[in-house]
């Protein structure tokens, strides 16, 4: 007879968050049957589920190469400097000066 988990138990066998795991079941990603307000998920089902995922790792290694050849695709507009400019500002605004702000309600309507 199947055996069937509850969401903790499919999270601790996952390697997840619980909310991972509700997420998982409502967009339909992982199958399970929700019963009054819990779920149940058949351990059959979780280690598809855990199948599949290591399936679409070991294929984006594979097109990467390697771990070490993996590099995440960012595009900067303006290239490197004006990227480095931009974070720069973005510091340099994030940074306490002592100066206090302007609430939203003292700013000027326009």
């Not at 997840?16 to 409502?26: D, F, Q």
């Not at 303006?78 to 702000?101: D, L």
Request: avoid cysteine.
């Amino acid at each position: 007879m199947e055996r069937y988990l509850s969401k903790k138990e499919a999270a601790e066998a996952i390697g997840v968050n619980i909310r991972t795991v509700e997420r998982y079941l409502t967009s339909g990603r992982l199958p399970g049957a929700r019963l009054e307000k819990s779920w149940r998920i058949a351990e059959s089902d979780v280690e598809a589920f855990m199948e599949s995922v290591k399936t679409a790792t070991r294929e984006a290694l594979k097109e990467a190469g390697s771990l070490k050849e993996y590099k995440p695709r960012i595009e900067f507009s303006g290239g490197r400097e004006a990227a480095a400019k931009g974070i720069a500002k973005i510091k340099a605004a994030n940074v306490k000066t002592g100066t206090p702000r302007k609430a939203k309600a003292d700013a000027p309507r326009g």
